[in-house]
């Protein structure tokens, strides 16, 4: 398996879209409702894109053998009083993927480059049950509070989410 950032979106755009419908369909919690469309999971990576652009997110990338098989954000704040932390976001397995490693090692990669930021504190939230949220403390996480009924899954149905926290040392 390969990490690395992914700077520009256009070589990867057709498998992000891809991975992110899948994730969607499988009932994921991360802010879309299933059926999503082509163009709507399109529409939402030409916005990451921008962000890259901007230095407002970084994004990482999971490889094997050159296909795209998952993926994670790291959306910076550029508050004066929140500039030392930062956002994991949809972290993304690919169905055919999961169980390998990858989104440990995408976390992993994302720490790091969080670190050599300067950034102190990473935050999450991801919906209760789901294999994220058994994932996370094991990779040192801390839940901080759970809000029931705070989003609806990638299937529609409400869900309770829980937040996690990192402090970088």
């Not at 700077?7 to 499988?26: F, G, M, R, Y």
């Not at 990576?45 to 990482?60: G, R």
């Not at 490889?63 to 508050?79: E, I, P």
């Not at 930062?86 to 993304?92: C, D, N, P, S, Y």
Request: a neutral charge; hydrophobic letters at 45%.
């Amino acid at each position: 398996m390969i990490l690395r950032l992914i700077n520009q979106l256009d070589d990867d755009i057709s498998a992000l879209t891809h991975l992110l419908i899948e994730a969607v369909a499988e009932g994921a919690s991360i802010g879309f409702l299933a059926p999503l469309s082509v163009h709507d999971a399109g529409v939402y990576w030409q916005q990451v894109a921008q962000k890259v652009a901007h230095h407002d997110s970084i994004l990482f990338g999971a490889y094997q053998q050159d296909t795209l098989v998952g993926t994670v954000q790291l959306a910076l704040c550029h508050k004066a009083n929140g500039a030392h932390r930062g956002e994991v976001e949809k972290l993304i397995v690919a169905k055919s993927a999961q169980g390998q490693g990858v989104a440990k090692g995408l976390m992993h990669i994302l720490e790091l480059d969080a670190k050599k930021q300067g950034l102190q504190l990473l935050v999450l939230d991801t919906k209760v049950g789901d294999t994220a949220s058994f994932l996370y403390p094991k990779l040192g996480y801390q839940a901080a509070g759970t809000i029931p009924n705070f989003a609806r899954d990638g299937l529609g149905k409400l869900a309770a989410t829980v937040y996690f926290y990192k402090e970088l040392r």
